[in-house]
């Protein structure tokens, strides 16, 4: 069976400006992304993009791999997206070869910040069926409302370490469960930009 691609979708309510800027700089992304410990630019693309390499720090490991990104704004409703790839060589993760997007849509006062995303697995389809590709969707919304709290609050992501999962005493703490898994419609990357079809591989 084909594996089911990754979706989470927040409603942020703030300025659009400030969810883009939090998501696009690469600094600021990685503070919130419980997928990243870190992000580094290393070479403009000519389509307008940028090569970038990135960390995933394990306890005992820290994986490395190389990604493109393009942002781009588009439509009359002020809908804007950016486009994805990724890969790695190295064998401790559990995730390949990747590609994705975000789409950011004004929704009343806010925006509607969402994701589609699929990737190679690297450690056998069982084990990313029935283990990997749930936890990775969970980190993803996990970090979508931990997103979604900086935006709204100004309170830092930092202050929101994944330990806080356990403290159910604080019911402002980041929770996967205000995030949507599901898209209303068609499938997860069924909303992917043209974009991502034309963006050079890492």
Do not use: K
Request: hydrophobic share 40%.
């Amino acid at each position: 069976m084909p594996s089911r691609a990754i979706y989470v979708e927040v409603y942020v309510a703030a300025d659009i400006d400030r969810v883009w800027e939090l998501t696009q700089d690469p600094v600021l992304h990685a503070r919130w992304d419980l997928r990243f410990s870190r992000i580094t630019p290393v070479e403009d693309l000519a389509e307008g993009g940028y090569r970038f390499r990135y960390e995933r720090a394990l306890p005992l490991h820290t994986i490395h791999g190389t990604g493109t990104s393009l942002g781009e704004r588009e439509s009359a409703n002020g809908a804007r997206t950016s486009a994805l790839r990724f890969t790695t060589d190295d064998p401790v993760s559990p995730l390949g070869t990747g590609r994705g997007y975000w789409r950011y849509v004004p929704t009343g006062a806010g925006v509607t910040f969402l994701t589609g995303y699929d990737y190679t697995p690297t450690w056998g389809a069982t084990l990313d069926r029935f283990l990997v590709r749930p936890f990775v969707g969970w980190m993803t919304a996990w970090s979508f409302d931990r997103l979604r709290i900086w935006a709204e609050t100004g309170v830092e992501p930092e202050r929101w370490t994944p330990l806080s999962v356990l403290a159910i005493w604080l019911p402002r703490r980041p929770r996967a469960s205000r995030c949507s898994r599901f898209p209303v419609r068609g499938r997860p990357m069924d909303d992917a930009p043209p974009a991502l079809a034309a963006l050079e591989a890492p």
